[in-house]
């Protein structure tokens, strides 16, 4: 049997198309931002933090890791619900993203301050700055510099990882997807233009990484 390729409905369904890029691209970028703060919070406590506080973020490090994404979701969506915590189909995927990213972000930035000498965390000191200033400026910067494509890469996974929520019904890509084959029953041609474009978004998103790498540690990324 001969199968005809059309791709007829990308007219029609062309602004499907765009609103599930951009809440995408939404997604990412507010899970990129708050999920390496929230990564360099809990890097800052497993490794220089008070004795009390490493075995917190050390067990959720651990749940979070070792737990699959879609279950984290569905708990946040879905479980959280039990408590009184009810939230949209976007809150619970950007929330979702930002707790995933925090804890994967959490060890490779820890690698990074953890490969920083002793002997700058004294120079700090004899410089008369802060612990924080110290933290930032002496420790932290070139924690980055050292793990940033490492850093940029599970930038880029989590972007891809999003697609699942689209089982909570948040309008993303691969809701657009799943919505444009139900109604043309199109599933080459739909799922074939969500792969390029999912293709498109990660290679874009690893050169503006790239690029702000060079922005925010030029000497580094220059060798």
């Given at each position: 049997?001969?199968?005809?390729?059309d791709f007829?409905?990308l007219?029609?369904?062309?602004p499907?198309?765009?609103?599930g890029?951009?809440?995408?691209?939404e997604?990412?970028?507010v899970?990129?931002?708050?999920g390496?703060a929230?990564g360099?919070?809990?890097?800052?406590?497993?490794?220089?933090?008070p004795?009390w506080?490493?075995?917190?973020?050390?067990?959720y490090?651990?749940?979070?890791?070792?737990?699959?994404?879609?279950?984290q979701l569905?708990?946040?969506?879905?479980?959280?619900?039990?408590?009184?915590?009810?939230?949209s189909e976007?809150?619970?995927?950007n929330l979702a993203?930002v707790?995933n990213?925090?804890?994967?972000?959490?060890e490779?930035?820890r690698?990074?301050i953890?490969?920083t000498p002793?002997g700058q965390f004294e120079?700090?000191?004899?410089l008369?700055?802060?612990?924080?200033q110290?933290f930032?400026?002496v420790v932290?910067?070139?924690?980055?510099q050292?793990i940033w494509?490492?850093?940029?890469s599970?930038i880029?996974?989590?972007m891809?990882?999003?697609?699942?929520v689209?089982?909570i019904a948040?309008?993303d890509?691969?809701?657009a997807?799943n919505?444009i084959?139900?109604?043309?029953?199109?599933?080459?041609?739909?799922y074939?233009?969500a792969?390029l474009?999912?293709?498109?978004?990660?290679?874009?998103?690893?050169?503006?990484?790239r690029?702000?790498?060079?922005?925010?540690?030029?000497?580094?990324?220059?060798?």
């Amino acid at each position: 049997m001969n199968y005809t390729f059309d791709f007829g409905w990308l007219i029609e369904y062309w602004p499907v198309l765009l609103k599930g890029i951009g809440i995408t691209v939404e997604l990412t970028l507010v899970g990129g931002v708050l999920g390496v703060a929230l990564g360099i919070a809990c890097a800052w406590a497993r490794a220089l933090g008070p004795g009390w506080l490493r075995p917190v973020v050390a067990a959720y490090v651990e749940l979070i890791r070792n737990t699959p994404f879609l279950i984290q979701l569905f708990f946040i969506f879905f479980g959280l619900p039990a408590l009184g915590l009810r939230m949209s189909e976007l809150q619970a995927a950007n929330l979702a993203m930002v707790v995933n990213l925090g804890a994967y972000g959490c060890e490779i930035i820890r690698a990074g301050i953890q490969a920083t000498p002793k002997g700058q965390f004294e120079a700090g000191a004899s410089l008369g700055m802060s612990r924080l200033q110290t933290f930032w400026y002496v420790v932290l910067i070139p924690a980055l510099q050292r793990i940033w494509p490492a850093l940029s890469s599970q930038i880029v996974i989590v972007m891809l990882g999003s697609a699942a929520v689209s089982q909570i019904a948040a309008e993303d890509l691969t809701f657009a997807a799943n919505f444009i084959q139900s109604r043309t029953f199109r599933a080459f041609e739909s799922y074939f233009v969500a792969t390029l474009i999912y293709l498109a978004l990660a290679i874009a998103l690893r050169q503006l990484l790239r690029g702000l790498g060079w922005t925010l540690f030029p000497k580094r990324t220059a060798r």
